[in-house]
């Protein structure tokens, strides 16, 4: 998979998981983006901090998925294996600092980074929705498509659960 759409559904995966900590929509109860995490993960990671946040939150967000939709499902924060290789690789190379940037810059900012990433032809909806067969998280539209569903529940005030399936 080209790195720069790696790159953009990262981001996306990144910016989901930071909004729907506690401190910000509270679809999941975790707090590993806010600052007081960092003073506390820091002297137990110290060189990889920032990979223990990410981390916590992308479980925290699976298990709030899975909960939400049937088993087999893919979403955004349960993807193929190789998939999930290739995000973490990225997640450990510089890539994963521009959506931290945003991150520290708080919600709204946040918010709007998602929105940047969201495709016009995005759908939304509540609860689950289904984005199609698993074999599209390998293309280009999937991040814009999936950050327009999730941008819009954030603003509504709903919960949309983006998924695929292996067909």
Known sequence: MKRDLLSDLLHVRLLVGYLGEA???????????????????????PRTSHLARYHGVVEAARRVHDESLSVGSYHLFRLPEELEHDLYALMTSDAHKGPLGTISQGKDSALSALRSHASDTATSGEGPVSIGNVDLARTAGISGQVAGIYAAAYTHGTKAFPYMVRQ
């Open 23 to 45: 401190d910000q929509y509270g679809w999941w109860k975790t707090n590993f983006y806010q600052a007081a995490s960092q003073h506390f993960l820091e002297p137990i990671f």
